[in-house]
């Protein structure tokens, strides 16, 4: 299978020259040709393969110099919109986005997170009233990645306040051009403005856009931020991400070397290659179609990883590591955990343990899900939304 793999993809390149070709058009013929996600279905990008292809193909088109489909702008609709549509959606609705999704032409955002459920999804207040053929949404999100960019996002709101909170919420996806869509940035710590609030006022959704059934929202959603989980914590290559950045440092640099440095930079050396190992296997039960709760662990360890990680750096440069390049206020195209300089990357690292899902919810979650411990006391649980406290 590998070498009939690797077969398609040279007489694809043979027939698309990166050089010569657009980039646009390039992007729709691999997807039309399957091989860009190798292990969704013929006819939706993929070869229904075993996922643990896709990095060969990826190598293979990048040493041939073709064109990527933007991942860092669109990490969510590659990683979780993309996976959630192909598992709830119809036949019509994976038609319409995915391909256009994959290719980057259209950025997605999640309009999950809000003010007054923080890291409780399943606490989220923004409304979604039928009315005939349409939803009229209104509501109030924040935190919500991109979404200064973003053409469509997928959308958890709640259709029946009288039903407890994990059980009246539907999921929807939502036009970001629709009128009633108001993005204001919020600017972070490391002067960017990475993040954005989302105000939703008005908002009229078509019902061929919801996701799932009405009132299992927080089924389609679970299965969003098991994605999400994994998508945030993977790392493909051996030395990618934080610890590449700070090996690098090391070998290139040994005046900054001292022994106690040394023992640190090793053990998180082998965390992260650990963690990257796990994140191998999750991504193997992710093409089987069984995103689960271990997908937490991975997320709260790269969490820990990066921060150690990213303060190990400054620590290694010293008074160099404390300058900080630029504090204007920009709104970036893509999410970015290893850019510009170590200041930057130990402020920005700060976020690891806030986006997608709090490492206190994440602890909550491999506790009970995966480790079958009691769960905590909760004074909301089966009773109506509407009659819990705010």
């Known amino acids: 299978m590998r070498e009939e793999l690797h077969d398609r993809v040279r007489v694809f390149l043979a027939d698309h020259d990166p050089a010569t070709t657009e980039r646009t058009q390039f992007l729709r013929a691999r997807y039309d040709a399957g091989l860009a996600w190798v292990h969704f279905p013929i006819g939706l990008g993929g070869l229904g393969l075993d996922q643990a292809l896709q990095p060969e193909v990826d190598r293979l088109f990048r040493e041939a110099g073709a064109p990527d489909n933007r991942p ?31 290719t980057a032409e259209e950025i997605w955002c999640q309009l999950f997170s809000e003010p007054g459920a923080g890291s409780d999804l399943a606490n989220v207040a923004t409304r979604a009233v039928r009315d005939g053929d349409e939803w ?27 039903l407890p909170k994990h059980h009246g919420l539907t999921y929807f996806l939502c036009d970001m051009t629709d009128p009633g869509v108001d993005v204001r940035p919020l600017r972070q710590i490391t002067g960017e403005a990475e993040f954005n609030e989302v105000f939703l006022t008005d908002v009229r959704i078509p019902d061929d856009q919801r996701l799932g059934e009405v009132g299992e929202g927080w089924k389609v959603a679970n299965a969003t931020l098991n994605n999400e989980r994994v998508s945030i914590g993977k790392a493909a290559d051996r030395e990618s991400g934080m610890v590449g950045v700070v090996a690098r440092t090391w070998r290139e640099r040994p005046e900054l070397r001292t022994p106690e440095l040394h023992d640190r930079l090793l053990r998180l050396w082998v965390d992260a290659e650990v963690a990257r190992l796990t994140g191998a296997r999750l991504r193997q039960k992710l093409s089987l179609g069984q995103p689960g709760p271990e997908g937490s662990a991975m997320k709260l360890s790269f969490a820990r990883i990066a921060q150690q990680l990213s303060g190990l750096e400054l620590e290694l440069l010293g008074e160099e590591g404390l300058r900080y390049s630029d504090w204007t206020l920009v709104r970036p195209a893509n999410v970015d955990f290893t850019g510009r300089d170590a200041g930057y990357r130990y402020l920005r690292a700060k976020g690891n343990s806030i986006e997608g899902g709090t490492s206190e919810i994440l602890r909550n979650i491999v506790a009970e899900r995966v480790l079958g411990l009691p769960g905590e006391h909760r004074v909301d649980k089966d009773i109506p939304w509407k009659e819990s406290a705010k």
């Open 136 to 162: 009229v949404v209104n509501g109030q999100k924040v935190w919500t990645s991109g979404a200064h960019n973003a053409r469509f996002a997928i959308l958890v709101a709640r259709t029946d306040p009288g």
């Open 72 to 102: 860092g702008a669109n990490t969510i609709g590659l990683g979780m919109a993309g996976p959630t549509i192909l598992a709830y959606g119809t036949d019509a609705q994976k038609d319409r986005f995915l391909r256009p999704l994959w």
